[in-house]
């Protein structure tokens, strides 16, 4: 019975959905705020509904309740606890639920946190975003139910896919889909404002909180998907330009566009029209994501499962709703007023800069990623456009950016001095000179492409404290006042430092790991060594494993330097029974920001066993950079002017009366 | 009758979302303009911070101050739409509610949904009579106990054959060899270890199983099962007479209803194809538990059929991939055993032509042929 509810509630939730996508769309032509009220309920109920119906699959997944297909397909009586609940949406038909549970979820909360937006701008972007959950709850409901039962049902599951049986997957797609989903309110708020008529600065600054949370969530989302691939592929590399990373990195590269486009819009109210069509843009890449990965276009881990009828359905949604974006962007954006004036070298100028890079950046990942299916669906003919391609090009156009990243904080709104912003940055230039000296004279001239990438990140990092240190005074003024300065700026301010700074430490660790990496395969026995810089590895010997549904072997090793025991590493190679399926998992050691990587092949009889060792230089640096990435966007959204504009609810709304 | 209640409170309670703002007399709404003005406001403050921190200069400052004033101004205008006229009837929109959303809601979900299949939670199903379930179904219960006794001895003794059954050849090495170190070794333990192994590699006895049936029979000299695969491994090993004088033996001591009889003398055949074959016994009506796994139970042509099976298989396995020399010696050994020398010079051509590139493996293989008979004549 249990499951049946969860099923219905489903259901209910698309009849609600369609009633808040039309009645409140209608009362805001007519100027009804009673009907624009029916918004916000409706959207708040949607959710609710939709989370009972996902609270419903998890709880059949743990009780592993064999009459509901998905379980079957996908999960284990024997599975440790943690997997069976990351299994509700390591598969096609759940992870679309969550889909849609994020996106109701967004809805509910604008509804609820959102008591400074207008009536009637609030009714039309929760229409929006009710047509959108009505679309997809549509196509849960038709093409992927997870609810389907099966009558007789067997007592036992067919297991998860091994790979997807990690930590990773208990938290990347939920990171990556709050990310992806919440483009989805940047693109109602610009639907409802085009629909509306007007777009002005305050429009921008309602819709910042939303971009820059779905920002912060999509970049964590990336990062632990490039960390997964890491540690659980086995092959060492952490992006492999595979074209399912590629389409959760293109709306990234959009919402990092758009975040800079929406500052001027907010500041100037420049770059209306521009800015209305990145938050469009934005979200049609993250549904042509959705579309690539679930439609089985791709094949890839991600691509639980190949079905036409499932491809068709997503393409259809993604052509009603961006080809409507876009005919409805084309008829009203020539009525979108005129913003503010703004001199080429400024604030603006800036920002326009970098708009134009990621922009440029951002098509060419999707000329790569698109042109071999294209090709392939015309012609027939298979071609494969990896690493070598994206290093031609996404590189290059990457590297003015870097470079520009540190101007554009010392440069003032609508015009700016580029000597004097130069002078400032006259301490970050000497930084990073002064690494390229060192570096060519310990290392000599093979490394000079490498020293300039380490040089730009040096540059990135001082650049972005240099802005700090000069609003602060800092060295000019008393380490107090400067102190009280620092305290006194803005929180998007430090946002801005922080943020900038992350990047410069992804570009580190980025250019460090691939510089400097070594890479050893060798086949070796227990007892003997190998040298991976200064330390020693030794095979100890082997370990037999089990856990759940998997049986195994794990290789021990002792790590040395300088005869002194620093670390055991325990690399493991598994069957699971179920799928009869090998899995290897490296193990990793950190020392400082760089890691030791080992990993198994095949393990003979004789007990020799191909081993694979990597040493990867401040790779750490990669991820931790995207972390602090991210703690730049919540320190921006913490900002105080997000959340001016906003009066206070004049009093409580009162309890709802019993009808 | 409880599920159709929840249905029927949660149906109401979405119909009560769309009822109650409607309902409700309209807030003092936030107009556009009223939030918009607030927001410019602190546009101006902000204007003056950045004045003083120096992110803008002084002329650039007026002239925003002014853009911003501008904008400030305008957004008393009213703009088209904004009239707040509202039509106290709403009939239709409470249909919408009381009608359309169940009848949408109940609609699909009588479509897409079983409200007649209750919940089956594993662990309520222990119980579960095991008449409905499958062969699949019995073997997860056992392995699921398994799984939570895994010193249970009679568990996996009685696992095995089943695996053995099903094909399930290396999960019955597996668990015979569980059944072996908890319950100790037997004749019986022993002879059929050593079979799954055989059959675990494509009915080539090798050396671990011969070990097998060769301690089954320190425990009971006499051990058919034993004998007969030994029979085999003679026969495979190329050692012919050895091989014919076990089968003689072996037949000689059958009982003369034996079911595998009729095998072992097609056994014989290959070696001496003058021995008389008996027909084949009559096949038993249906496998029982007692009569599990053992080759000599198949019919000769039920047993040809699967073997050949698995050389075919074992031969496609080998133009994807061969390098796997072993692989190779088995199938020639395989040729040999079913008395196609013939194919097995066939497969020593295209073993050559696979293997150009490596000369260092072909040599092996070579050698393997050369030992195993293939190519002599």
């Known amino acids: 019975m249990i499951v049946e509810i969860g099923h219905y509630a489903l259901v209910l939730a698309l009849a609600l959905a369609l009633a808040g996508g ?58 440790p606890l943690l997997y069976k609940v990351s299994g509700v949406w390591g598969n096609h038909e759940g992870s679309m639920l969550l889909w849609v549970l994020i996106l109701v979820l967004f809805g509910a909360l604008v509804a609820m946190f959102s008591e400074n937006l207008p009536l009637k701008l609030k009714a039309l972007v929760l229409s929006v975003q009710s047509w959108i959950s009505a679309a997809f709850l549509l196509f849960v409901l038709i093409a992927s139910n997870p609810f389907l039962r099966l009558d007789p049902a067997p007592l036992q599951g067919r297991d998860l896919n091994p790979l997807l049986q990690d930590v990773g997957l208990a938290i990347h797609p939920p990171l990556l889909y709050l990310g992806y989903v919440g483009c989805s309110i940047s693109f109602a708020f610009a639907i409802a404002a085009l629909i509306d008529g007007r777009i002005d600065a305050a429009w921008a600054r309602w819709v910042r909180p939303w971009t820059l949370t779905a920002w912060c969530f999509l970049t964590l989302g990336i990062a632990m998907g490039s960390y997964w691939a890491y540690y659980e592929l086995g092959w060492g590399g952490w992006w492999f330009w595979d074209p ?115 922009t440029a950046a951002c098509a060419t990942v999707f000329v790569g990623t698109l042109y071999p299916l294209a090709l392939e669906a015309l012609t027939g003919e298979k071609i494969s456009v990896g690493a070598p391609f994206f290093d031609m090009t996404f590189g290059p156009m990457m590297v003015p950016l870097l470079i520009a990243v540190p101007f554009g904080p010392f440069l003032a709104w609508k015009r700016g001095d580029i000597v004097a912003a130069g002078q400032r940055l006259l301490f970050a230039f000497g930084a990073a000179m002064t690494v390229v000296v060192i570096g060519l004279a310990l290392m000599g001239t093979p490394s000079a492409l490498a020293l300039f990438g380490i040089a730009l990140a040096v540059w990135l990092m001082v650049g972005a404290l240099s802005e700090i240190g000069f609003r602060t005074k800092l060295g000019r003024v008393s380490l107090a006042e400067s102190w009280r300065r620092g305290a006194g700026l803005p929180r998007s301010a430090w946002g801005t430092t922080v943020a900038h700074f992350g990047i410069g430490v992804t570009v580190l660790g980025i250019i460090a790991s691939t510089a400097w990496n070594s890479e050893t395969i060798l086949t070796l026995k227990p007892g003997e060594t190998v040298t991976v810089g200064s330390r020693v590895l030794t095979m100890d010997g082997f370990v037999p494993i089990s856990g759940g ?111 | 009758m409880l599920l159709w209640i929840v249905m029927a409170v949660l149906t109401a309670a979405a119909s009560l979302a769309v009822l109650i703002p409607l309902g409700r007399p309209p807030r003092a709404a936030s107009a556009h303009a009223g939030a918009a003005r607030s927001i410019y406001r602190d546009q101006l403050d902000e204007l003056a911070r950045d004045r003083e921190r120096g992110l803008i200069g002084d002329a650039e400052a007026d002239a925003a101050r002014v853009e911003i004033s501008r904008r400030l101004l305008n957004s008393d205008a009213p703009a088209p739409g904004d009239a707040t006229g509202a039509s106290p009837a709403y009939r239709i929109e409470r249909l919408v509610a009381l009608v359309a959303i169940p009848i949408v809601a109940i609609g699909t979900y009588l479509y897409v949904g079983a409200p007649q299949l209750a919940d089956r939670p594993v662990a309520s199903r222990q119980a579960e009579p095991a008449v409905e379930g499958s062969v699949d179904n019995l073997i997860s219960k056992v392995e699921a106990h398994l799984a939570a006794n895994p010193e249970d001895g009679r568990g996996w003794e009685v696992l095995a054959p089943i695996y053995m059954r099903l094909g399930r050849f290396d999960d019955a090495v597996r668990a015979l060899g569980n059944a072996k170190r908890l319950l100790g070794s037997t004749a019986d333990r022993e002879s059929l270890y050593g079979e799954a192994l055989t059959r675990a590699s494509g009915n080539v006895v090798t050396e671990d199983a011969r070990a097998a049936f060769d301690r089954a029979l320190k425990f009971d000299p006499e051990d058919v099962r034993s004998r007969f695969f030994i029979a085999m491994s003679l026969g495979q090993a190329g050692r012919k007479d050895d091989a014919i004088a076990a089968w003689k033996a072996l037949i000689a001591s059958a009982p003369a209803d034996a079911p595998w009889l009729s095998a072992a003398q097609a056994e014989l055949a290959q070696f001496q194809p003058t021995a008389t074959v008996t027909p084949a016994a009559p096949v038993a009506p249906g496998p029982t538990a007692s009569d599990v796994a053992a080759t000599a139970e198949q019919t000769p042509a039920e047993r040809q059929q699967m073997i050949e099976g698995m050389v075919a298989g074992l031969a496609g396995k080998l133009e994807a991939d061969p390098v796997d020399t072993t692989g190779w010696e088995r199938l020639f050994r395989a040729y040999m055993v079913l008395g196609k020398p013939e194919a097995g010079k066939a497969a020593l051509v295209r073993a050559r032509a696979l293997l150009a590139e490596r000369p260092d493996l072909l040599a092996v293989v070579e050698q393997a042929a050369h030992d195993i008979g293939i190519g002599k004549d």
């Not at chain 1, 805001?28 to 109920?45: E, F, H």
């Not at chain 1, 080809?323 to 005129?338: E, I, T, Y």
């Open chain 1, 244 to 358: 399912v990373e590629n389409a959760s990195f293109m709306p990234w590269l959009a919402a990092t566009a758009l975040l800079h486009s929406a500052i001027v819009m907010e500041k100037r109210e420049a770059l209306k029209i521009w800015t209305i069509l990145l938050a469009i843009l934005t979200f049609s890449l993250s549904l042509l994501g959705t579309f690539l990965v679930r439609s089985g276009v791709l094949t890839s881990v991600h691509a639980f499962a190949t079905d036409p009828t499932r491809g068709i359905f997503i393409l259809c949604i993604l052509c009603v709703f961006i080809g409507g974006a876009f005919s409805l962007f084309a008829a009203r954006a020539g009525s979108l007023g005129q913003g503010g004036l703004f001199a080429p070298i400024s604030r603006e100028g800036a920002l326009v800069l970098n708009n134009l890079l990621l």
């Open chain 1, 549 to 659: 549904t998997y049986t195994g072997t794990s290789v021990r090793f002792t790590v040395r330097e300088g005869g002194n025991v620093v670390a055991t590493m325990e690399p493991e190679k598994r069957l699971y029974s179920v799928q009869n399926m090998p899995t290897t998992e490296a193990a990793i050691k950190t020392f400082g920001f760089s890691q030791l990587y080992v990993s198994l092949g095949d393990i003979s009889a004789d007990g020799s066993t191909v081993v694979r060792v990597y040493w990867k230089t401040l790779v750490a640096l990669i991820w931790l950079g995207a972390l602090v990435m991210t703690a730049g966007g919540v320190l921006s959204l913490s900002d105080r002017r997000l959340r001016v504009g906003a009066p206070k609810p004049a009093r409580r709304s009162v309890p709802l009366p019993a009808e």
């Open chain 1, 22 to 79: 039309t009645l409140p769309f209608w009362g805001a032509l007519r100027g009804d705020v009673r009907l624009m009220a029916v918004a916000s309920t409706t959207a708040v109920a949607q959710f609710l509904l939709v989370a009972l119906s996902f609270a419903v699959l998890t709880y059949a997944y743990v009780v592993s309740d064999f009459s509901v297909q998905n379980v079957v397909e996908n999960s284990h009586s024997l599975k």
